[in-house]
Each structure stands twice: as structure tokens, then as C-alpha cells.
């Protein structure tokens, strides 16, 4: 079993639409959470923290749930700049990404 | 910009052969660690330096070493190359080791076919 696993994607969802993405770890030791954008063929940039109480930024929210070992993004009124690859990261001594789950807004 | 820079861009070897990438950090991050990302792939920890010490590896054979030096530059050697070291190389730094509040920057990769 990977240490983190995402979903497998693609996802193609057309302007202003919801999108939700999901994570799990095996690691109950890890203790910072993330998630990372990845644009095609450019390294990954750090989108957001993910906080047990939950936290917003804008049109993303992030949640992550440490008894389930689930950690969950959600992109709301998507634009077609939000489409890339969104990494789940999962640190304890050093950072656990997941493969990662591509997105696709289309006009 | 994320103040990291990594080189060469792109790197063509031949199995078999040797390589050293190279990466400078932001002035004062003290940590540096590397990834190697595989095509569909998320980044794989290879292994990550604090002032000049290794301070954690993955899971990636001794062929693969790293060096980090006091000007925040550091490099990644692979010894014997096959055709699986074929990746993206990402180095990441940040200011310190702290779990919980540190954040990495990521560099812009190194591109490595092995043919």
C-alpha cells in the first residue's frame, strides 16, 4: 500500500463547476498536511496547509480528518487557470507525496 | 520565484554513466532535500541535508549521494545510471527542520534521460 494514495483522475470539468479531491495516508505519525499544485512540466507549488479545523483560501477548501487518516481539497466556481496536477503531501520526518490527480477545466 | 534554481535544465547520459546535478538554495535556508519525480508520478524522497549533514533518506540505493555546501548550493551524484534514474529532479530547500511550520521551495527540476 502507497503511503499516500489520491485519486486516480483525470478530472474534466467544465468552468464555475465544483471539484472535489480526495487523500489518504497510512502514516498516523504524520503531522503536517498539504496540498501542491504541479503545472505541466514546471515543479510543484504549494497551494494550501491542511489544518484539522479545516481551512479556507478563497475558492479552495481543505480538510483533513486525522482519525480516518483522510485529507480532502475542494475547489468551488473552478476557472480554467485552476487546471494542473494536485499534489497530496503527507509530512512527518520528511514530506510523502501522493501520484497526484490531474485537472482539467474546459471553457 | 521561488529564489531556488536549479542546472542543467535537461541532461541526455548513457547507462552506465555518472551524473551530478546541482541546485542553489534561497540564502539561509539551511535544508535541502531532493526528489526524483518519475513520469505520472509524484516526487519520491530521496534525501534531505541540514548544515552540511544528511538528515533523513529514502528509500533509494547508495549509488545515489548528495552533498551540501556552507554557500546554500548542494548537488546530487548517481553513480552507474540505468535506464529507471530517467526522471524529473526536484531539490526543494527551507529555512530549517521544523515539521510543523517550515515550508519547502521547490526549484525549477532537472530533466535526466538515461538512454
Known amino acids: 500500500r502507497k503511503e499516500v494514495e489520491q485519486d486516480p483522475g483525470p478530472f474534466n470539468v467544465p468552468e464555475g463547476a465544483t471539484v472535489a479531491f480526495n487523500c489518504t495516508y497510512s502514516?498516523?505519525?504524520?503531522?503536517?498536511f498539504f496540498w501542491y499544485r504541479q503545472d505541466c512540466r514546471k515543479e510543484p507549488k504549494l497551494l494550501m496547509s491542511?489544518?484539522?479545523s479545516g481551512n479556507e483560501d478563497g475558492r479552495f477548501t481543505a480538510q483533513l480528518n486525522r482519525a480516518s487518516q483522510y485529507i480532502s481539497l475542494l475547489i468551488r466556481d473552478s476557472k480554467l487557470s485552476d487546471s494542473a496536477t494536485y499534489l497530496c503531501v503527507v509530512k512527518s520526518n520528511d514530506m510523502r507525496f501522493g501520484a497526484g490527480t490531474r485537472l482539467t477545466v474546459k471553457p | 520565484e521561488t529564489g531556488v534554481t536549479q542546472s542543467p535544465t535537461h541532461l541526455i547520459k548513457t547507462r552506465g554513466q555518472q551524473v551530478t546535478l546541482r541546485c542553489s538554495s534561497q540564502s539561509g535556508h539551511n535544508t535541502v532535500s531532493w526528489y526524483q519525480q518519475a513520469l505520472g508520478q509524484g516526487p519520491q524522497f530521496i534525501f534531505q541535508?541540514?548544515?552540511?549533514?544528511?538528515?533523513g533518506r529514502g528509500n533509494f540505493p547508495p549509488r545515489f549521494s548528495g552533498l551540501q555546501f556552507p554557500n546554500y548550493s548542494s548537488e546530487l551524484n548517481v553513480n552507474a545510471l540505468e535506464l529507471d534514474d530517467s526522471a524529473l529532479y526536484l531539490c526543494a530547500s527551507s529555512p530549517g527542520l521544523d515539521v510543523l511550520v517550515d515550508t519547502q521551495y521547490f526549484g525549477p527540476g532537472t530533466r535526466l534521460t538515461v538512454l
Open positions: 491542511v489544518y484539522s
Open positions: 541535508y541540514y548544515r552540511e549533514e544528511e538528515n
Open positions: 502514516n498516523s505519525a504524520s503531522q503536517s
